[in-house]
Nanobody
Framework: QVRVVESGGGLVQAGGSLRLSCVAS????????MDWYRQAPGKQRELVAT???????NYADSVKGRFTISRDYAKKTVWLQMNSLKPEDTAVYYC??????????WGQGTQVTVSS
């Protein structure tokens, strides 16, 4: 049984920073992709940042230059460092792990609220 758990969300003022963490547990032979998504009230879930097996990264235009995704592959952990936060970054942030065989595992989400 694979379990994915996010942490690190909270309330922060605009311009502040937060660091989200996501840890996977259980029997996982290989993680191919680690993603962060977010979903704001009334909006569709959107991809925020991706880190691939080889270490390359990709970001949504709205967070480029402000967010950084990183990982510790051996610890099955991925982080999202969020700087210069804006009120429009307010959302529930979800972690996704894509493992060998293309199975997707999602966490329960962590709330990020940015006040103006």
């Amino acid at each position: 049984q694979v379990r994915v758990v996010e942490s690190g969300g909270g309330l922060v003022q605009a311009g502040g920073s937060l660091r989200l963490s996501c840890v996977a547990s259980g029997t996982i032979s290989r993680i191919n992709v680690m993603d962060w998504y977010r979903q704001a009230p009334g909006k569709q879930r959107e991809l925020v940042a991706t880190i691939y097996g080889g270490g390359s990264t990709n970001y949504a235009d709205s967070v480029k230059g402000r967010f950084t995704i990183s990982r510790d592959y051996a610890k099955k952990t991925v982080w999202l460092q969020m700087n210069s936060l804006k009120p429009e970054d307010t959302a529930v942030y979800y972690c996704r792990m894509v493992v060998s065989g293309s199975a997707n595992y999602w966490g329960q989400g962590t709330q990020v609220t940015v006040s103006s």
